[in-house]
Nanobody
Framework: QVQLVESGGGLVQAGGSLRLSCAASGRTFSSYHMAWFRQAPGREREFVAAISGLGGTIYYTDSVKGRFTISRDNARNTLYLQMNSLKPEDTAVYYC?????????????????WGQGTQVTVSS
C-alpha cells in the first residue's frame, strides 16, 4: 500500500530555513500529483504547495509564494519543501499527500493518502 513518511521538521527562529522531505513507497511515484498541507492548532488543514507527477505544474498558496519551493526527485521517490524566511505564522504540522485522481490540486478532499506529519515551529 501507499506509505508517506515526512521528516525534516523542527524548531527554527523567524527568518530561518528548513527543508522537509517526504519519502513515498507503494506506487509509481512519478505518475501522481503530490502536495504539502499544514495544520496549526485550532485551525483547519490548509493547502501549502502542490506539484504534478513530472514536476511541470506547481501551485503555491499566496502566503508562501517567494519563500517556499516544492520539488520532487522521482528517482528517489521523494518530495521536498524548501522553506526560507520562515515566519511564526508558518508554525504547524506539515503533511505530505498524494491521490489517485486529483482534480483540484489545492483541495485536501482530493488526496487519498497522507503522511503522519512533521512539526514545524518558528519562534519570534
Amino acid at each position: 500500500q501507499v506509505q508517506l513518511v515526512e521528516s525534516g521538521g523542527g524548531l527554527v527562529q523567524a527568518g530561518g530555513s528548513l527543508r522537509l522531505s517526504c519519502a513515498a513507497s507503494g506506487r509509481t511515484f512519478s505518475s501522481y500529483h503530490m502536495a504539502w498541507f499544514r495544520q496549526a492548532p485550532g485551525r483547519e488543514r490548509e493547502f501549502v504547495a502542490a506539484i504534478s507527477g513530472l514536476g511541470g505544474t506547481i501551485y503555491y498558496t499566496d502566503s508562501v509564494k517567494g519563500r517556499f519551493t516544492i520539488s520532487r526527485d522521482n528517482a528517489r521517490n521523494t518530495l521536498y519543501l524548501q522553506m526560507n524566511s520562515l515566519k511564526p505564522e508558518d508554525t504547524a504540522v506539515y503533511y505530505c499527500a498524494t491521490g489517485d485522481t486529483v482534480q483540484s490540486m489545492a483541495a485536501p478532499y482530493d488526496y487519498d493518502y497522507w503522511g503522519q506529519g512533521t512539526q514545524v515551529t518558528v519562534s519570534s
